[in-house]
């Protein structure tokens, strides 16, 4: 691995949990990750993951353009037999160059309690959860994450997610700002049962029959297992559990065609093609919900704010996964403390970050490393990172995810 090799190169005995150690205890903490980019071999990118323009396609055209960037990521992507086994793995640097990595897994297996707190550890066990940025210029297929029953009978976790639409990377919608989610409530199985049998045969247009809401940048939604959607063409921030698991009900999106597979490769081989229980798949009382808006629909709420800040919660009302927007005005210096672990994101601004000099890249190509993502563990978190803004003009904002356990999380009880 090449870690590793890394170790070789030093001259140095070291093991591999002595230099987990020693880079944990040398940045008091708080771990740095290298981008993770993400080809998708559907869809058209929508290219403002601020990636070189020429670095779209560093994947080789067979794969599809890049049209994800993970963050947090313990699990590798759902992303067909010629991906790489670590391919959606996130890596903390622990030199200076690329090369100088180790799978922020071996971290979290490593470290345990010591990275990720009593509280995550004695709920999950590990850290439960990722996050993304999802690109697309056009709207994605109608589709659903499995249940976690239903994943459990193919190996795999059930999928909440959550949505948030930031300003800082949506200069451009996209071709279809609008997002489909569910049915109209007067539909009935029976016609989405006909919409299924077409699928090989003909467009099934089955968003004929759902509800589509324009997306409001600055807010967000909560997205259920079970439940159908098709996220529209604005670049999301996306918080989810540790699961890449779908069942693509619409055959048709944008004049691209989609193969049975799409629907049917996360079931059982003998429930394949059996429609019934593809069906069941579906969280039939929440697709047909009248208020769906009001359940799910996600304003931000404040969570903190003075002079030097404010801080809003942007994922919430869930047992899963929570996030929050954090603003650092120019000029001022706020200590951020958590009660949990949590992966974040820079999306606008620059300045330190703890011990780091942390940035906002304009650009990136593909491989480099970036000075935007980071890992805080819960020792540094309890403490507090002091986070100065040294711009007279420019906000430093930055995306954090974690998963609902943390005891102040809207909507949810803390066990």
């Not at 989610?181 to 759902?210: C, H, Q, W």
């Not at 304009?362 to 491989?367: D, K, P, Q, S, V």
């Not at 540094?380 to 954090?400: D, F, H, M, R, W």
Request: with cysteine; charged share 25%.
């Amino acid at each position: 691995m090449l870690y590793l090799d890394f170790v070789k190169e030093r001259g140095n005995a070291m093991t591999t949990n002595a230099l987990i150690n020693e880079v944990y205890q040398k940045n008091n903490g708080i771990l740095r990750f290298i981008p993770i980019f993400i080809p998708r071999r559907f869809s058209k990118a929508g290219r403002r993951l601020r990636l070189h323009p020429d670095d779209y396609y560093a994947y080789g055209t067979a794969r599809g353009a890049i049209k994800e960037r993970w963050f947090s990521s313990i699990i590798p992507a759902m992303n067909g037999e010629d991906a790489a086994p670590d391919e959606g793995m996130s890596y903390v640097l622990t030199g200076d160059r690329p090369d100088e990595k180790v799978l922020f897994r071996d971290f979290v297996e490593t470290l345990g309690e010591k990275l990720l707190g009593s509280i995550i550890m004695k709920k999950y066990g590990t850290w439960p959860m990722y996050s993304k940025f999802f690109d697309y210029e056009e709207p994605l297929f109608f589709h659903l994450h499995l249940k976690f029953e239903d994943a459990a009978r193919v190996g795999k976790l059930g999928k909440p997610e959550a949505y948030y639409f930031p300003l800082q990377y949506n200069a451009h919608l996209g071709n279809f700002p609008h997002t489909y989610f569910g049915f109209i409530p007067t539909v009935d199985k029976a016609e989405v049962r006909r919409r299924l049998e077409m699928y090989e045969e003909a467009d099934n247009r089955i968003t004929e029959i759902s509800k589509a809401y324009r997306i409001q940048l600055g807010t967000g939604w909560y997205t259920p297992p079970g439940v159908l959607h098709a996220p529209g063409s604005v670049l999301t921030y996306e918080p989810q559990w540790n699961s890449d698991v779908n069942s693509v009900y619409e055959n048709i999106t944008a004049s691209e065609v989609y193969p049975y597979s799409f629907l049917s490769e996360n079931c059982p081989e003998d429930k394949q093609r059996d429609l019934d229980y593809i069906m069941e798949l579906m969280d039939w009382e929440l697709n047909i919900m009248p208020d769906y808006y009001s359940k799910f629909f996600r304003a931000p709420i404040i969570a903190s704010q003075d002079d030097n800040h404010v801080e809003k919660w942007i994922s919430y009302g869930n047992d899963y996964i929570a996030a929050k927007e954090l603003t650092v005005f120019p000029g001022k210096t706020y200590v951020d403390k958590e009660k949990v672990a949590y992966g974040c994101i820079f999306i606008q601004g620059h300045g330190d970050f703890g011990s780091y000099k942390a940035e906002t890249p304009t650009m990136l190509r593909f491989g480099q490393i970036s000075q935007d993502e980071y890992f805080v563990g819960i020792q540094a978190a309890e403490q507090g990172v002091v986070i100065t803004n040294p711009s007279k003009t420019e906000p430093i904002v930055i995306l954090k995810h974690f998963p609902a356990c943390h005891p102040d999380t809207p909507g949810v009880i803390a066990e």
